[in-house]
């Protein structure tokens, strides 16, 4: 079975600074997306960006990017110039490439200091 | 454009109740999924329904149903409710063709609370 780990339950971050959260996950599968997604207090689940795992080229979305190494099976989220924004719970979620459901992390929440 | 809608935002019922919750997809996805998220912990997948029919379920007892309309909109149906069914249910949308298949866009959730 496919599983998820986020080992991080809460991270803070001083406005402007970086970060990095930490996901990994564990499959036998070799071809399958990776999600990072934001929930906000107002609990929309939003997508932050999604990396395919066929794809070396780490995804980037404006300040936020990805480390994937495929076989360390790890999937962290760097999220440069931190913003008030930002501050919500971020989950980690994989699918296998044909599959058809999220598996989720437990979460991390991001704290950011003004 | 529309996104994910769900309604009711807010529900309180009693053990032993039947809820039914739901669910409008994005504009353009007819795939919807339905996942229960309980406090302090990530969201868990119960179903996806895409041409009217369920195609993959989680770990979740029979009291839990759904139903997709030939318009994409779903329902979500717990019956003889527990405790143990407060949570947050969220529901996502994707589409079967085109670009971004694998990607699931949330709808904002309803919350459920049984006394």
């Known amino acids: 079975a496919q599983t998820v780990t986020q080992s991080q339950p809460e991270m803070s971050v001083q406005e402007a600074e970086t970060v990095t959260l930490s996901c990994t996950y564990d499959?036998?599968?070799?071809?399958?997306?990776l999600f990072w997604y934001k929930q906000p207090p107002s609990r929309q689940m939003i997508l932050v960006i999604r990396?395919?795992?066929?794809?070396?080229q780490n995804a980037t979305e404006n300040r936020f990017s990805v480390n994937f190494q495929k076989a360390a099976k790890s999937f962290s989220l760097k999220i440069s110039d931190s913003q008030l924004g930002d501050a919500a719970m971020y989950f980690c979620?994989?699918?296998?490439?044909?599959?058809?459901?999220?598996?989720f992390g437990a979460g991390t929440i991001l704290r950011v200091k003004s | 454009d529309a996104g994910v809608t769900q309604s009711p935002t807010h529900l309180i019922k009693t053990r032993g109740q039947q809820v039914t919750l739901r669910c409008s997809p994005k504009?353009?996805?007819?795939?919807v999924s339905w996942y229960q998220q309980a406090l302090g912990q990530g969201p868990q997948f119960i179903f996806q329904?895409?041409?009217?029919?369920?195609?993959q379920r989680g770990n979740f007892p029979d009291r839990f149903s759904g139903h997709q309309f030939p318009n994409y909109s779903s329902e979500l149906n717990v019956n003889a409710l527990l405790l143990g069914d407060s949570a947050l249910y969220l529901c996502?949308?994707?589409?079967?063709?085109?670009?971004?298949?694998?990607?699931?866009?949330f709808g904002p959730g309803t919350r459920l609370l049984v006394l």
């Open positions: 996502a949308s994707s589409p079967r063709a085109g670009e971004a298949t694998e990607t699931q866009y």
């Open positions: 499959t036998s599968e070799s071809d399958y997306y």
């Open positions: 990396q395919e795992a066929y794809k070396q």
């Open positions: 979620a994989y699918r296998i490439q044909y599959g058809n459901k999220l598996v």
């Open positions: 504009s353009g996805h007819d795939t």
């Open positions: 329904y895409y041409e009217e029919e369920e195609r």
